[in-house]
């Protein structure tokens, strides 16, 4: 059974940086295209970014390109989302997933592993 899960959330200010870890278990990571999302309170679960298992595709939403940066390292099964000049508005809970789609994707359907999530907090 494939488990994932987010590390790295936490309570920062405006213009931090933060970085979250994503561990995927119980499957082989190369198996699976991954993805980061969000859910703020009151609000859907919203696409931030994708890679597909070489890193050969990578996919942003227009909201976080240039500002989010996301990679893989297979070795450890790890999915990585840098994220830089955070604002108020990046207040929400994390989380990462996996999909045996062979490219990127921002369909939430399309996503069948979720991990638990991780709260970032942006404070102003």
């Known amino acids: 059974q494939v488990q994932l899960v987010e590390y790295g959330g936490g309570l920062v200010q405006a213009g931090d940086s933060l970085r979250l870890s994503c561990v995927l278990s119980?499957?082989?990571?190369?198996?699976?295209?991954m993805g980061w999302f969000r859910q703020a309170p009151g609000k859907e679960r919203g696409f931030l970014a994708a890679i597909n298992w070489n890193s050969g595709g990578i996919y942003y939403d227009d909201s976080v390109k240039g500002r989010f940066t996301i990679s893989r390292d297979n070795d450890k099964s790890t999915v990585y989302l840098q994220m830089s000049s955070l604002k108020p508005e990046d207040t929400a809970v994390y989380y990462c997933?996996?999909?045996?789609?062979?490219?990127?994707?921002?369909?939430?359907?399309?996503?069948?592993?979720w991990g638990q999530g991780t709260q970032v907090t942006v404070s102003s």
């Open positions: 119980g499957g082989t990571f190369t198996r699976y295209t």
């Open positions: 997933a996996a999909t045996t789609f062979i490219s990127p994707t921002d369909r939430v359907d399309r996503y069948l592993n």
